[in-house]
């Protein structure tokens, strides 16, 4: 795949939410990191194609939830409870297994912005 692209960004309050969407998924993991300004690209929660599993940052643990829709090759981010400190760009990518490690994936899309005011 040469293109992913990452939608559903915006800005909210502290304790709302806001589902992010990915597309294509296709046969691979799928999963979301993020930026801020000044800050590594941090791995937020990965999706293994073939079984299902998943795996979360801890600082998310609780609060995202990522899911995958084969029918419409689509993988999602549902943030609850935001918080200020999930002001970034998040960035979808896809890769051949479900890890934690940015270079372990292969295809990025260009980012969707979140902001959370408090």
């Known amino acids: 795949q040469v293109q992913l692209v990452e939608s559903g960004g915006g800005l909210v309050q502290a304790g709302d939410s806001l589902r992010l969407s990915c597309a294509p998924s296709?046969?691979?993991?799928m999963g979301w990191f993020r930026q801020a300004p000044g800050k590594d690209l941090e791995f937020v929660a990965t999706?293994?194609?073939?079984?299902?599993?998943?795996y979360y940052a801890e600082i998310v643990k609780g609060r995202f939830t990522i899911s995958r829709d084969d029918a419409t090759n689509t993988v999602y981010l549902q943030m609850n409870s935001l918080k200020p400190e999930d002001t970034a760009v998040y960035y979808c990518?896809?890769?051949?297994?479900?890890?934690?490690?940015?270079?372990?994936?292969?295809?990025w899309g260009q980012g969707t912005q979140v902001t959370v005011s408090s």
């Open positions: 999706i293994s194609w073939s079984s299902g599993a998943t």
């Open positions: 990518a896809n890769g051949r297994t479900a890890t934690m490690s940015s270079s372990d994936y292969v295809y």
């Open positions: 296709g046969r691979y993991a």
